[in-house]
């Protein structure tokens, strides 16, 4: 996974910018890996999946979070309730033809490059 490392300086914060493939798990480390509990709960279960191969999911807001020995698959939903009837009046001659979904962005990459991220990611936060 490619990913940078940088100072926001509009939100005071550092963030991660990752491709378009990997956005979502870029915004959750940046979101929700920001203090050293929650970075060190996810360190945890890291290293569980790596050695124990055992899972764990984590809810972070709209994130949820499936860290296994595979790897890390992230789901960011997005809520279309507020813009759906402005988008369904785009398409209003076929009225079956638009269909709102809240499945929003995914991701995933393997458990190394996860590890490779929070450790960079944890010396940043120090």
Same mark, same amino acid.
């Given at each position: 996974?490619?990913?940078?490392? %940088?100072?926001?300086? !509009? &939100?005071?914060?550092?963030?991660?910018?990752?491709?378009? *493939?990997? +956005?979502?798990? @870029? $915004?959750? /480390?940046?979101?929700?890996?920001?203090?050293?509990?929650?970075?060190?709960?996810?360190?945890?279960?890291?290293?569980? %999946?790596?050695?124990? !191969? &055992?899972?764990?999911?984590?809810?972070?807001?709209?994130? *949820?979070? +499936?860290?296994? @020995? $595979?790897? /890390?698959?992230?789901?960011?939903?997005?809520?279309?309730?507020?813009?759906?009837?402005?988008?369904?009046?785009?398409?209003?001659?076929?009225?079956?033809?638009?269909?709102?979904?809240?499945?929003?962005?995914?991701?995933?990459?393997?458990?190394?490059?996860?590890?490779?991220?929070?450790?960079?990611?944890?010396?940043?936060?120090?």
């Amino acid at each position: 996974m490619d990913y940078e490392i %940088a100072f926001d300086q !509009e &939100e005071g914060v550092y963030r991660v910018y990752a491709d378009v *493939e990997f +956005a979502a798990i @870029a $915004e959750w /480390v940046s979101e929700y890996l920001a203090d050293k509990e929650t970075l060190q709960r996810v360190w945890q279960a890291v290293l569980l %999946a790596e050695s124990k !191969e &055992e899972s764990s999911v984590f809810q972070h807001g709209v994130f *949820e979070v +499936a860290i296994s @020995a $595979e790897g /890390v698959a992230v789901s960011r939903r997005i809520d279309m309730s507020q813009v759906e009837d402005e988008i369904k009046a785009m398409f209003d001659t076929q009225n079956g033809f638009f269909q709102a979904s809240n499945d929003g962005v995914q991701a995933e990459c393997g458990l190394d490059d996860l590890i490779d991220l929070l450790e960079n990611w944890h010396e940043v936060q120090q």
